[in-house]
């Protein structure tokens, strides 16, 4: 069975520097990983994936994430934070067949002016 | 196609009463899911579709729960009996194939009371 496991609640960070929330994972077989962020009263957005290739993922905001295998992490960057990267954040993985997504409980980013 | 449609938005019912959400996916995306997210946790599965026909379900959909998605487009949620632990965030999502990434509706709210 797949699992997730993001081990702080809440980060905290000033506004222009850089921001890690992290993530591990564990599945059978190559994990597919995802990240999303929820905004107050909006929808799941997605951000980023990796399914293979280049450790290194870049996606939506400036966010990136590298995968690493042999730590079974797949930590969120940013190089520098703005107030507007305040958000719940959520580490998603997948197995062989994308039957479906397994959700960690979410990372609250707060960033201060 | 603006995105992933779902209604109502909120729903407040008496415990015992049935409720039915319906979600619109976006268009020509075949794989239609359903999660259900409490306050404090990541979204859980509850059930995926491929096209018109239901492939995987979880436990955690007891029998008073069932999902259709007729002709392969919309969907139906329906909670029979419900419980007070049935409150939560009811979440659609769809991608257009497999390892896609999956677009989010902005949920529905249900409450027991």
């Known amino acids: 069975a797949q699992s997730v496991a993001q081990p702080e609640d809440q980060v905290n960070v000033a506004e222009g520097n850089p921001l890690t929330v992290k993530c591990t994972y564990s599945v059978s077989g190559n994990p597919y990983l995802f990240w999303y962020v929820q905004y107050p009263n909006r929808g799941l957005q997605f951000l980023l994936k990796?399914?293979?290739?280049?450790?290194l993922v870049k996606g939506s905001y400036g966010f990136e994430a590298e995968f690493n295998k042999s730590q079974t992490s797949f930590h969120l960057k940013k190089p520098s934070a703005l107030v507007s990267d305040s958000a719940l954040y959520f580490c998603a993985v997948s197995a062989i067949g994308f039957q479906k997504l397994v959700f960690g409980t979410g990372t609250r980013l707060l960033v201060s002016p | 196609d603006t995105g992933v449609s779902q209604d109502p938005r909120h729903k407040i019912t008496k415990r015992g009463q049935n409720v039915t959400f319906r979600c619109d996916p976006i268009s020509e995306h075949n794989r239609l899911y359903w999660y259900r997210q409490t306050l404090g946790q990541g979204p859980e599965f509850l059930t995926y579709?491929?096209?018109?026909?239901?492939?995987?379900k979880s436990r955690l959909l007891s029998d008073r729960f069932s999902a259709e998605r007729p002709k392969g487009s919309f969907s139906t949620l329906e909670i029979q009996r419900t419980e007070q632990g049935d409150s939560a965030m009811y979440l659609c999502a769809s991608s257009p194939y497999a390892s896609a990434e999956a677009f989010f509706g902005q949920g529905t709210r249900l409450t027991v009371v």
């Open positions: 990796y399914i293979t290739g280049d450790n």
């Open positions: 579709f491929q096209n018109e026909a239901q492939l995987e």
